[in-house]
DNA sequence: GATGATTTGTACGTATGTATA
DNA sequence: ATATACATACGTACAAATCAT
């Protein structure tokens, strides 16, 4: 069969965005790893598309960070050095930090309300070790602190930080205690929002971001054999 | 004549690689202005290669936000909203006071003297009312910051918001005294930073960034046509 | 509203450069 | 070290969608 069938019924846009979501949901769910070897032609036959597709997938993953390429060889899942590593997760921190000062601040009674119910229903996760839900909720969380800061941009560069630290978090997942103290975090983070206290808010969450490089040193960049 | 001919004896890279070089730079120097089309076979013919590395190029440029797509549409030159545009702004201010905390921690010897040295440079340029040459020292100062602050990844985001903050600063470039303005607030920061005082530092450069929203009224973004 | 022109989206071939036996 | 295999870079052809008339 020479021509390829279109692998969906339903298209949910450009073959290049379809690969663009399927390749970074692969990287940041951690099926794919720091320096996996992204081959155009196999990924081109894994997903039914030609090359062309792929490689401007590829071209925007690496723009964002997610992908490293350079001429003439494989693109691999990004690595990074541990110091980049770290570079990251203050960046975070401080990111988090301007978010929620910015929330205490700014965010609406409806908005404070949901901050608050979603950190209450958590409660009942942290008892039950959910720790899968947590996450779920962790996620949801942070999303309300981001979306309270009311400034777009800043949301848009907090989630893409995020983003390119999720194939470097895993090794953190299963800490004892995790889910009880993020709790606890969290609780200080929505005490101080409820009362506006934006400076309390935003020192909460910068020592909410863990600063520790838990990653695992085999994620950590060696450089490529490639020039 | 069929088959192009290099453009360039000396090749700097891919052909993409200069296409978005390229592009880019006709953005952020305002020879395009956002809302302008990027036509796929104009850039192409205008710039001696085919189509393929033009949309390679746009993708990049794409993920980088200084042009839009949407699907089977003309690639335009990024527009903003009005609140959009300040929440650059105001991020850009947010990420410039951390830079300058983080400098006037973690500076060496050597580099504090380099900044006092740039900036002790740039007087005579305000006296002579250089703007152009202040122009360039001014990029060199703030370069000086995002290194002093030895976090690579905050001076990525800083720089990439810059980046996308040039088509929209063009305004503000003739205001009077401006020159001697910046200047001080220069003075103010490399003070804070030369005693090692963050607070200071941070807060300088906070009010050291332009909040105003002084872009014309033609650059914000008129919902495309375009679907 | 239908049709032709223009432009984007995808496939594929060939050349060139890199890795490997 | 030379040659072979293989992956990428770019050009080009065609299909599909959009816009203009």
């Given at each position: 069969m020479k021509h390829a069938k279109r692998r969906?019924?339903?298209?949910?846009?450009t073959t290049v965005e379809e690969m663009v979501r399927a390749i970074a949901h692969l990287i940041v769910t951690g099926e794919l790893h720091p320096a996996d070897k992204l081959d155009e032609t196999s990924l081109a036959a894994r997903f039914d598309v030609s090359r062309t597709p792929v490689r401007e997938a590829l071209r925007q993953l690496g723009a964002m960070g997610l992908v490293e390429r350079k001429p003439n060889c494989s693109a691999v899942v990004a690595r990074v050095t541990e110091s980049y590593l770290h570079s990251m997760f203050e960046a975070m921190a401080e990111l988090e930090a301007i978010c929620a000062r910015l929330a205490a601040a700014r965010m609406t009674i409806r908005e404070r309300s949901s901050l608050e119910a979603e950190h209450r229903a958590s409660f009942r996760l942290v008892q039950e070790g959910a720790e899968e839900a947590y996450s779920v909720h962790n996620i949801r969380f942070h999303s309300l602190l981001y979306f309270g800061a009311h400034n777009e941009h800043i949301g848009e560069l907090v989630t893409q930080t995020r983003m390119r630290l999720a194939p470097f978090?895993?090794?953190?997942?299963?800490?004892?205690e995790r889910l009880s103290r993020s709790f606890q975090e969290h609780e200080t983070i929505v005490a101080a929002i409820l009362r506006a206290d934006a400076d309390a808010a935003g020192a909460a969450a910068y020592s909410h971001v863990s600063i520790v490089s838990t990653a695992a040193a085999a994620l950590i960049a060696n450089p490529s054999t490639c020039p």
């Open positions: 969906e019924v339903v298209r949910t846009g978090r895993r090794a953190q997942f299963h800490l004892p």
